[in-house]
């Protein structure tokens, strides 16, 4: 569910961009009808919000929060006659679990491995197609395709390219003279992680260059004009200039990316199932893989430990990138 | 716009977009070229990138095989009628959250970005409760509901951004004119709309016909498949038959490649509207 993911950017965006906004661009009604408030309107909101709010509570919220209480509960699915409360129990087995550290290490790599090289390559790809040029509307749409594309199925594309024996990615290293013999990428957890990563990265740049390129195209150009009769140099221009007027922007997509990234166990689970020996699960695939083995309680105490993480990582990042956001307004 | 660029400079932003173009695009042709080789050619070194003979072999076996056909049948019914319903139920909630200002706006907004953050898998156990309570379990009409409400709240927040992006004006001149909000709402915002709503549809219908894990929970028979569950099916065996693997990974990409090729721009505006104004 690469896509639905992505949703966060919205209801975090939508304030800071308020302030962003030209002055006056929309003034007038939303501040008048604040003001007037009747119970008509408020049956037509309620009216309208209705079928959203009811799917989703039924469908996604009502199976989530039964879902948690499970993790306070024995719950496996090879023996469902005993289902009491045992308290902190699954929690604690998941802290014991030998694969515990692995895990966690791994996640820590996934996200990291993963981000920083997407905003890399993404900031410079939006720097770079922020010229015009002929055809720059049919290359956006060529390198936008990997986002039509599940995260599943791309696992599936890159395992087969990194077969050790008949992929690709050997044929050409070994074209290039970077190898001697064919690599067992999938076979061995550090390459398997890289493999992993670089599949992710062919999947996640795209995101950040739209999202950046948009920002850089609200850069005033009256900016960048003082700035060069000021003398200021490429680079200055690029961190003092370009960096702090889209910050807004970078924060809330690395946020999101952040957040999306951890949730997202497809892209592994197709294309290494969290192998060799349990070497490349992050938090997310070894949670399916306890799924699939019935112990719905271990299960969904890991569940709620991603959940709590990532509300902790939300607040501290927020934190850590307020202040110079208000100063940007 | 930005200051004059040298020729080294322009030369290197040359290089670094074909570069990345090629990698983009390298996999995309791998696993078509791979599907068009007969199945024996695939496992034969060195390695064709072009192949001598194209054949449609494991097209015709994908087809004999397994009945494809029939997921291909039930991946277009479920994502297209998901998607069309998600659609219409996010233009109502997202005009609301875009026009009015009301109390319980923000936790709507939260309670959005919280279904961000919380592992589907979480859910999956009491949702097949659900749905075997429901007698929904197997069943396309199930799959249904539940992906529409795994769209809902991403197509909101993406139809909101259009919506902030018209005047509120325009409404309010209809509805002085002597129309009903609900009557101004469809009769002049839907047709200015336009782009946002074809941009909406494609994000929803492409996110349930990629769905895996939901799917591969609730249907169980053959009959009631969708293509990714079946994808999956090939992988389960130790060994995965790459012929028809690769023509059925052509077959699930191809009609997604063909809407973002359609709506691509529209898709970029809807992503960014949200998060960047300029």
């Known amino acids: 569910m690469p896509a639905t993911s992505a949703t966060t950017t919205g209801p975090k965006t939508s304030r800071p961009v308020r302030k962003q906004a030209a002055p006056g661009a929309r003034n007038g009604p939303r501040g008048g009808r604040k003001r007037e408030f009747t119970t008509r309107r408020g049956l037509l909101i309620a009216a309208f919000m209705a079928p959203a709010a009811i799917f989703v509570a039924v469908f996604t919220y009502y199976p989530m929060i039964a879902g948690s209480q499970m993790a306070f509960r024995h719950w496996d699915l090879n023996d469902l006659t005993n289902t009491s409360w045992v308290g902190l129990d699954n929690f604690h087995r998941v802290f014991s679990d030998p694969n515990w550290g692995t895990v966690l290490g791994n996640t820590g790599a996934w996200v990291i491995g993963s981000i920083v090289p997407q905003l890399v390559i993404g900031f410079a790809l939006a720097l770079w197609l922020r010229r015009r040029f002929r055809f720059r509307g049919v290359y956006q749409a060529l390198i936008f395709f990997p986002w039509a594309i599940s995260g599943f199925l791309i696992g599936i594309l890159f395992r087969w390219m990194f077969n050790s024996e008949f992929g690709v990615v050997n044929d050409l290293l070994q074209k290039a003279g970077l190898i001697d013999e064919p690599v067992a990428w999938l076979a061995d957890p550090h390459k398997a992680m890289i493999a992993v990563l670089i599949a992710n990265t062919w999947y996640g740049v795209t995101f950040f260059a739209i999202m950046i390129l948009a920002a850089l195209q609200s850069v005033p150009d009256e900016l960048y004009e003082a700035a060069a009769l000021d003398g200021a140099g490429k680079a200055r221009t690029l961190f003092q200039i370009t960096i702090p007027y889209i910050r807004v922007t970078l924060v809330l997509t690395v946020l999101l990316r952040v957040i999306w990234i951890f949730n997202f166990p497809d892209l592994i689970f197709g294309m290494t199932g969290g192998g060799p020996n349990n070497q490349t699960h992050i938090v997310t695939t070894w949670m399916i893989k306890i799924t699939q083995q019935g112990d719905y309680g271990k299960a969904s105490a890991l569940g709620l430990l991603v959940v709590a993480g990532l509300l902790l990582f939300t607040v501290f990042f927020l934190l850590a990138t307020r202040e110079k956001r208000e100063v940007r307004s | ?278």
């Open chain 2, 1 to 278: 716009m930005i200051g004059k660029e040298t020729a080294v400079g322009r030369a290197v932003r040359i290089v670094f977009l074909v570069l990345w173009l090629a990698f983009t695009v390298f996999p995309l042709y791998w696993i078509a070229i791979t599907s068009l080789k007969a199945p024996g050619d695939i496992f034969s070194f060195p390695l064709a990138y072009w192949p001598e003979h194209f054949s449609l072999e494991n097209y015709s076996e994908l087809f004999n095989k397994a009945d494809f056909g029939t997921y291909l049948t039930n991946s277009l019914i479920v994502a297209t009628v998901a998607g069309a319903v998600a659609t219409a139920i996010s233009m109502l909630s997202a005009y609301v959250l875009a026009r009015f200002e009301f109390r319980t706006k923000s936790a709507l907004l939260t309670a959005a970005l919280v279904t961000q953050m919380i592992p589907a898998f979480i859910a999956l156990g009491p949702l097949y409760l659900l749905m075997t309570d429901l007698k929904l379990v197997d069943n396309r009409l199930g799959l249904i509901l539940v992906y529409i409400a795994v769209c809902i709240p991403f197509c909101t927040v993406m139809l909101r951004g259009f919506f902030e992006n018209i005047p509120d004006a325009l409404e309010e001149a209809a509805m002085i004119d002597g129309l009903s909000r609900f009557a101004a709402l469809f009769r002049v915002l839907l047709p200015v709309m336009r782009p946002g709503i074809v941009a909406a549809f494609i994000f929803n219908f492409v996110n349930c016909w990629n769905e895996l894990f939901l799917s591969v929970t609730l249907m169980n028979s053959d009959a009631n498949k969708t293509t990714p569950t079946a994808l999956n099916g090939f992988i389960s065996s130790f060994n995965i038959d790459w012929g028809s693997m690769s023509a059925a990974a052509v077959f699930t990409i191809l009609p997604t490649m063909v809407l973002f090729a359609f709506a691509s721009r529209h898709i970029v505006q809807g992503l960014t509207s949200g998060a960047v104004k300029g």
